[in-house]
Protein backbone atom coordinates (compact mmCIF):
# COMPACT_ATOMS: atom_id res chain seq x y z
CA UNK A 1 0.00 0.00 0.00
CA UNK A 2 1.23 3.80 -1.15
CA UNK A 3 0.96 6.08 1.45
CA UNK A 4 -1.55 8.11 -1.17
CA UNK A 5 -4.30 5.64 -0.88
CA UNK A 6 -4.98 6.43 2.66
CA UNK A 7 -4.93 10.41 1.41
CA UNK A 8 -8.63 11.66 2.27
CA UNK A 9 -10.01 8.94 3.89
CA UNK A 10 -10.34 10.93 7.27
CA UNK A 11 -12.43 13.34 5.63
CA UNK A 12 -14.63 10.94 3.14
CA UNK A 13 -15.45 9.00 6.67
CA UNK A 14 -16.15 11.98 8.54
CA UNK A 15 -18.17 13.53 5.85
CA UNK A 16 -20.54 10.39 5.74
CA UNK A 17 -20.99 10.42 9.48
CA UNK A 18 -21.83 13.94 9.54
CA UNK A 19 -23.72 14.58 6.58
CA UNK A 20 -22.24 17.41 5.29
CA UNK A 21 -18.60 18.99 4.63
CA UNK A 22 -19.04 21.67 7.06
CA UNK A 23 -20.10 19.62 10.12
CA UNK A 24 -17.32 17.18 8.98
CA UNK A 25 -14.64 20.64 8.54
CA UNK A 26 -15.89 21.65 12.07
CA UNK A 27 -15.60 18.02 13.80
CA UNK A 28 -11.58 18.02 12.00
CA UNK A 29 -10.87 21.42 12.70
CA UNK A 30 -10.36 22.61 9.04
CA UNK A 31 -12.33 24.54 6.34
CA UNK A 32 -14.87 23.21 4.31
CA UNK A 33 -13.41 24.02 1.24
CA UNK A 34 -9.60 21.54 2.52
CA UNK A 35 -12.81 18.87 3.24
CA UNK A 36 -13.77 19.41 -0.17
CA UNK A 37 -10.86 18.75 -1.77
CA UNK A 38 -9.44 16.13 -0.09
CA UNK A 39 -12.39 13.78 -0.92
CA UNK A 40 -12.76 15.20 -4.58
CA UNK A 41 -9.13 14.28 -5.01
CA UNK A 42 -10.20 10.67 -3.29
CA UNK A 43 -12.65 10.53 -5.97
CA UNK A 44 -10.68 11.27 -8.66
CA UNK A 45 -7.71 8.68 -7.08
CA UNK A 46 -10.68 6.17 -7.45
CA UNK A 47 -12.30 6.82 -10.53
CA UNK A 48 -15.59 6.83 -8.66
CA UNK A 49 -18.28 9.15 -7.14
CA UNK A 50 -18.46 8.38 -3.54
CA UNK A 51 -21.33 11.31 -2.75
CA UNK A 52 -24.08 13.00 -4.11
CA UNK A 53 -24.06 16.99 -3.54
CA UNK A 54 -27.01 19.00 -4.25
CA UNK A 55 -26.51 22.79 -2.53
CA UNK A 56 -29.23 21.49 0.30
CA UNK A 57 -27.88 17.90 1.61
CA UNK A 58 -24.52 15.16 0.90
CA UNK A 59 -25.52 11.45 0.07
CA UNK A 60 -23.47 9.11 -0.19
CA UNK A 61 -23.35 6.99 -3.87
CA UNK A 62 -24.16 3.49 -3.98
CA UNK A 63 -20.36 3.15 -4.40
CA UNK A 64 -19.59 5.08 -1.81
CA UNK A 65 -22.01 2.75 0.67
CA UNK A 66 -19.64 0.35 -0.38
CA UNK A 67 -16.97 2.07 0.08
CA UNK A 68 -17.62 3.11 3.26
CA UNK A 69 -18.69 -0.29 4.69
CA UNK A 70 -14.73 -1.27 3.44
CA UNK A 71 -12.53 1.33 5.15
CA UNK A 72 -14.54 2.52 8.13
CA UNK A 73 -13.56 -0.61 10.28
CA UNK A 74 -9.91 -0.41 9.11
CA UNK A 75 -9.99 2.91 10.35
CA UNK A 76 -11.63 2.35 13.45
CA UNK A 77 -8.97 -0.48 14.28
CA UNK A 78 -6.25 2.23 13.14
CA UNK A 79 -7.47 4.61 15.67
CA UNK A 80 -8.09 1.95 18.42
CA UNK A 81 -3.93 0.81 17.77
CA UNK A 82 -2.93 4.52 18.35
CA UNK A 83 -5.28 4.86 21.48
CA UNK A 84 -3.72 1.61 23.07
CA UNK A 85 -0.05 2.70 22.11
CA UNK A 86 -0.52 6.09 24.04
CA UNK A 87 -2.20 4.56 26.70
CA UNK A 88 1.11 2.18 27.06
CA UNK A 89 3.45 4.74 26.70
CA UNK A 90 1.90 6.10 29.83
CA UNK A 91 1.54 3.31 31.91
CA UNK A 92 4.44 0.66 32.76
CA UNK A 93 3.10 -2.11 30.94
CA UNK A 94 3.58 -5.40 28.61
CA UNK A 95 6.58 -7.79 28.58
CA UNK A 96 10.44 -6.43 29.94
CA UNK A 97 13.48 -8.56 28.72
CA UNK A 98 16.58 -8.34 30.82
CA UNK A 99 19.72 -9.86 29.92
CA UNK A 100 22.11 -10.30 33.02
CA UNK A 101 24.51 -11.58 34.86
CA UNK A 102 23.71 -13.78 37.89
CA UNK A 103 25.77 -11.43 39.85
CA UNK A 104 23.68 -8.71 38.48
CA UNK A 105 20.29 -10.62 39.29
CA UNK A 106 21.31 -11.22 43.00
CA UNK A 107 22.87 -7.97 44.04
CA UNK A 108 20.71 -5.50 41.61
CA UNK A 109 17.68 -6.74 40.69
CA UNK A 110 16.49 -9.57 43.71
CA UNK A 111 16.61 -7.48 46.75
CA UNK A 112 13.55 -4.86 44.89
CA UNK A 113 12.27 -7.19 42.19
CA UNK A 114 8.84 -8.79 44.46
CA UNK A 115 8.45 -4.77 45.48
CA UNK A 116 8.69 -4.25 41.80
CA UNK A 117 6.00 -6.60 40.46
CA UNK A 118 4.06 -5.52 43.34
CA UNK A 119 4.41 -1.82 42.16
CA UNK A 120 3.62 -2.55 38.45
CA UNK A 121 1.04 -5.47 38.26
CA UNK A 122 1.15 -4.87 34.20
CA UNK A 123 4.48 -5.52 33.67
CA UNK A 124 6.36 -9.07 32.96
CA UNK A 125 9.58 -10.06 33.71
CA UNK A 126 11.95 -12.33 31.10
CA UNK A 127 15.33 -12.95 32.72
CA UNK A 128 18.34 -14.59 30.84
CA UNK A 129 21.35 -15.24 32.92
CA UNK A 130 24.67 -15.16 30.96
CA UNK A 131 27.92 -14.19 32.00
CA UNK A 132 29.29 -13.43 28.18
CA UNK A 133 27.94 -9.56 27.05
CA UNK A 134 25.29 -10.64 23.95
CA UNK A 135 23.98 -7.92 21.54
CA UNK A 136 20.82 -7.08 23.23
CA UNK A 137 19.44 -4.92 20.54
CA UNK A 138 19.88 -8.20 17.98
CA UNK A 139 18.39 -10.23 20.26
CA UNK A 140 15.44 -8.54 21.31
CA UNK A 141 16.33 -7.93 24.93
CA UNK A 142 14.83 -4.65 26.50
CA UNK A 143 18.14 -3.88 28.39
CA UNK A 144 20.98 -5.50 30.27
CA UNK A 145 22.80 -5.23 33.68
CA UNK A 146 26.47 -6.01 33.98
CA UNK A 147 29.29 -4.02 35.81
CA UNK A 148 30.64 -0.69 34.25
CA UNK A 149 33.66 -1.81 32.89
CA UNK A 150 32.22 -4.42 30.50
CA UNK A 151 29.42 -2.24 28.88
CA UNK A 152 29.95 -1.16 25.48
CA UNK A 153 30.47 2.60 24.91
CA UNK A 154 27.53 3.45 22.46
CA UNK A 155 24.86 2.44 24.95
CA UNK A 156 22.93 4.68 27.48
CA UNK A 157 24.38 3.21 31.23
CA UNK A 158 22.35 3.98 34.43
CA UNK A 159 24.31 2.82 37.68
CA UNK A 160 22.18 0.72 39.42
CA UNK A 161 22.81 -1.31 43.01
CA UNK A 162 25.00 -0.45 45.87
CA UNK A 163 28.92 0.15 45.72
CA UNK A 164 30.84 -2.98 45.00
CA UNK A 165 33.81 -3.62 47.49
CA UNK A 166 36.12 -6.92 47.62
CA UNK A 167 35.19 -9.36 50.37
CA UNK A 168 37.21 -12.09 51.32
CA UNK A 169 35.37 -14.11 53.21
CA UNK A 170 35.67 -17.84 54.78
CA UNK A 171 33.30 -20.45 57.11
CA UNK A 172 34.30 -20.30 60.43
CA UNK A 173 34.82 -24.32 60.09
CA UNK A 174 38.05 -23.38 57.97
CA UNK A 175 39.11 -20.77 59.93
CA UNK A 176 39.43 -23.03 62.83
CA UNK A 177 41.80 -25.64 61.32
CA UNK A 178 43.91 -22.97 59.30
CA UNK A 179 44.14 -19.80 60.86
CA UNK A 180 43.10 -16.56 60.39
CA UNK A 181 45.19 -13.94 57.95
CA UNK A 182 45.89 -10.57 58.97
CA UNK A 183 47.66 -9.56 56.20
CA UNK A 184 46.86 -10.15 52.47
CA UNK A 185 50.22 -11.69 51.91
CA UNK A 186 49.44 -14.24 54.70
CA UNK A 187 46.92 -15.49 51.74
CA UNK A 188 49.54 -17.34 49.71
CA UNK A 189 49.58 -19.75 52.65
CA UNK A 190 46.21 -20.56 52.18
CA UNK A 191 44.11 -22.48 50.13
CA UNK A 192 42.43 -20.11 47.82
CA UNK A 193 39.65 -20.86 45.73
CA UNK A 194 39.91 -19.24 42.13
CA UNK A 195 37.17 -17.48 40.19
CA UNK A 196 37.89 -18.01 36.16
CA UNK A 197 36.41 -15.41 34.22
CA UNK A 198 34.16 -16.42 31.98
CA UNK A 199 34.77 -13.34 29.05
CA UNK A 200 38.48 -13.18 29.50
CA UNK A 201 39.52 -16.63 30.14
CA UNK A 202 41.48 -15.84 33.05
CA UNK A 203 41.82 -16.85 36.47
CA UNK A 204 41.37 -13.62 39.13
CA UNK A 205 44.07 -11.95 40.70
CA UNK A 206 43.18 -10.89 44.03
CA UNK A 207 43.44 -6.99 44.54
CA UNK A 208 43.91 -5.04 47.85
CA UNK A 209 44.45 -1.56 48.83
CA UNK A 210 44.79 0.26 52.14
CA UNK A 211 45.85 4.14 51.91
CA UNK A 212 48.71 4.13 49.73
CA UNK A 213 49.49 0.55 49.49
CA UNK A 214 48.12 -2.03 46.83
CA UNK A 215 48.69 -5.56 46.92
CA UNK A 216 47.68 -7.75 43.89
CA UNK A 217 47.99 -11.21 44.79
CA UNK A 218 47.86 -14.70 41.85
CA UNK A 219 46.91 -16.81 45.22
CA UNK A 220 46.68 -20.78 45.06
CA UNK A 221 44.54 -23.37 45.51
CA UNK A 222 43.42 -26.54 44.22
CA UNK A 223 39.42 -25.47 43.53
CA UNK A 224 38.93 -22.86 40.44
CA UNK A 225 34.96 -22.32 39.76
CA UNK A 226 33.27 -19.91 37.17
CA UNK A 227 30.01 -19.34 38.59
CA UNK A 228 29.56 -16.55 41.68
CA UNK A 229 27.07 -18.85 43.57
CA UNK A 230 29.15 -21.80 43.44
CA UNK A 231 32.17 -19.72 44.51
CA UNK A 232 30.19 -18.65 47.95
CA UNK A 233 28.93 -22.53 48.54
CA UNK A 234 32.43 -23.59 47.93
CA UNK A 235 33.23 -20.84 50.62
CA UNK A 236 30.26 -22.12 53.36
CA UNK A 237 31.65 -25.48 52.91
CA UNK A 238 35.15 -24.60 54.29
CA UNK A 239 37.11 -25.54 51.11
CA UNK A 240 38.94 -22.53 51.35
CA UNK A 241 39.12 -18.48 51.24
CA UNK A 242 37.49 -16.86 48.48
CA UNK A 243 37.66 -13.48 47.01
CA UNK A 244 34.02 -12.06 46.50
CA UNK A 245 32.13 -9.10 45.87
CA UNK A 246 29.36 -7.75 48.21
CA UNK A 247 25.64 -7.55 47.25
CA UNK A 248 24.63 -10.75 48.68
CA UNK A 249 27.05 -12.29 51.55
CA UNK A 250 24.92 -10.23 54.76
CA UNK A 251 22.85 -12.90 55.56
CA UNK A 252 25.49 -15.39 55.64
CA UNK A 253 27.43 -13.37 57.67
CA UNK A 254 24.21 -12.35 60.15
CA UNK A 255 24.51 -16.21 60.93
CA UNK A 256 27.97 -16.57 61.07
CA UNK A 257 27.92 -19.73 58.40
CA UNK A 258 30.60 -16.93 56.66
CA UNK A 259 33.08 -14.58 58.31
CA UNK A 260 34.46 -11.45 56.16
CA UNK A 261 38.51 -11.13 56.21
CA UNK A 262 40.85 -7.73 55.47
CA UNK A 263 37.95 -5.42 55.70
CA UNK A 264 40.39 -2.89 55.72
CA UNK A 265 42.22 -4.15 52.80
CA UNK A 266 39.10 -3.94 50.37
CA UNK A 267 39.13 -2.09 47.05
CA UNK A 268 35.94 -0.68 45.37
CA UNK A 269 35.14 -2.07 41.73
CA UNK A 270 33.16 -0.33 39.19
CA UNK A 271 29.47 -0.68 39.77
CA UNK A 272 26.83 -2.35 38.10
CA UNK A 273 24.97 -0.66 35.21
CA UNK A 274 21.76 -1.46 33.66
CA UNK A 275 22.66 -0.09 30.15
CA UNK A 276 20.21 0.21 26.61
CA UNK A 277 20.43 1.53 23.02
CA UNK A 278 18.62 4.86 22.69
CA UNK A 279 18.00 7.35 25.37
CA UNK A 280 15.32 8.85 23.23
CA UNK A 281 12.63 5.72 23.06
CA UNK A 282 12.67 4.40 26.60
CA UNK A 283 9.46 2.37 26.86
CA UNK A 284 7.67 3.58 29.92
CA UNK A 285 7.93 -0.32 31.78
CA UNK A 286 12.12 0.35 31.12
CA UNK A 287 11.92 3.43 32.73
CA UNK A 288 9.98 2.64 35.17
CA UNK A 289 12.43 -0.29 36.44
CA UNK A 290 15.03 2.34 35.99
CA UNK A 291 13.84 5.02 38.70
CA UNK A 292 13.05 2.23 40.64
CA UNK A 293 16.53 0.58 40.89
CA UNK A 294 18.09 4.20 41.24
CA UNK A 295 15.49 5.21 43.72
CA UNK A 296 15.52 1.99 45.97
CA UNK A 297 12.24 0.69 45.43
CA UNK A 298 9.97 3.95 45.31
CA UNK A 299 6.64 3.04 44.69
CA UNK A 300 4.74 4.31 41.62
CA UNK A 301 4.39 8.18 41.68
CA UNK A 302 7.35 8.68 44.00
CA UNK A 303 9.79 8.57 41.64
CA UNK A 304 11.33 11.67 39.71
CA UNK A 305 11.51 11.58 36.14
CA UNK A 306 14.89 11.71 35.34
CA UNK A 307 14.67 8.55 32.70
CA UNK A 308 13.80 10.74 29.18
Known amino acids: MRQEHLDGLVAFVT ?25 RNLEQRLGAVLFNRTTRSVALTEL ?23 QDADTASGLLRLNLSRAAYLIALQ ?44 MVAVRVGPPIHAHVIASPDYLERHGTPTHPRELLHHDCIGF ?42 G ?40 RRRVPRKLRALIEFLRDGGAPPGTADERVV
Not at 16 to 35: D, I, N, T
Not at 64 to 86: F, I, K, M, N
Not at 126 to 149: K, P
Open 111 to 154: PVLKEFLDAYPQVSLELRFENLLVDIVRQGFDAGIRFGELVEKD
Open 196 to 237: RHTTTGQVERWQFTQDDDTIELTVRGRLVVNDSEVLVRAALD
Open 64 to 86: GERYLDRVQPALEALGHASEELG
Open 239 to 278: LGVAYMINGYLDAYYADRRLVRLLADWSPEFPPLQLYYPD
Open 15 to 39: VAEERGFSAAAVKLGVSPSAVSQAV
